[in-house]
T-cell receptor
């Protein structure tokens, strides 16, 4: 099955600096890669996603890049703010199971230092 | 819209006791999922359902059972709780359809088994 690895597990950045979280996946046929943000005491929430026919996608301060050849994708947060502090999860859809199931990475705890 | 709701929010069980976690969604979603979240292990899929009356095993199904008698509800049962089932449990739901991958999560249930 699909295997998603996520790094780093913890990340601290100064407010206003950029943060980058990286994930690798094993199934070369995976075609959908979302990022979820989990705030303390809440369930994860989708913040951005990318499909395998696109190399980069931006939404205000958040961007995701995909390298299909290397089988990795990254989340970039620019001009970080205190409200960006949360746990971030990457995920991928293993093609062999259609669109029913996501395989999640192990998460990155991002802390923004004021 | 309430979205995805979970009951209870917290529960403490003794080893060998049984309980049922209830998930309800009011978005008319076809797909529903149960995950468990443990430190350093991300979100792991327990069971999922692709429609009313259907269930399927996920990555870590042992010790759990599920039922989807109504489209809006997805129940997770523990017949004989074990300390290894201490975790935070999340329910999620999603649309069915091409490209409809976003999962909507509930707020979670924190379960402690002593």
């Amino acid at each position: 099955g699909e295997n998603v690895e996520q790094h780093p597990s913890t990340l601290s950045v100064q407010e206003g600096d950029s943060a980058v979280i990286k994930c690798t996946y094993s199934d070369s046929a995976s075609n959908y890669f979302p990022w979820y943000k989990q705030e303390l005491g809440k369930g994860p929430q989708l913040i951005i996603d990318i499909r395998s026919n696109v190399g980069e996608k931006k939404d205000q301060r958040i961007a995701v890049t995909l390298n299909k050849t290397a089988k990795h994708f990254s989340l970039h947060i620019t001009e970080t703010q205190p409200e960006d502090s949360a746990v971030y999860f990457c995920a991928a859809i293993p093609s062999s199971f259609g669109n029913e199931k996501l395989t999640f990475g192990t998460g990155t705890r991002l802390t923004i230092i004021p | 819209n309430a979205g995805v709701t979970q009951t209870p929010k917290f529960r403490v069980l003794k080893t060998g006791q049984s309980m049922t976690l209830l998930c309800a969604q009011d978005m008319n979603h076809e797909y529903m999922y149960w995950y468990r979240q443990d430190p350093g292990m991300g979100l792991r899929l327990i069971h999922y359902s692709v429609g009313e009356g259907t269930t399927a095993k996920g990555e870590v199904p042992d010790g759990y059972n599920v039922s989807r008698l109504k489209k809006q509800n997805f129940l997770l049962g523990l017949e004989s709780a074990a300390p290894s089932q201490t975790s935070v449990y999340f329910c999620a739901s999603s649309y069915y359809g091409q490209g409809a991958y976003e999962q909507y999560f509930g707020p979670g249930t924190r379960l402690t088994v002593t």
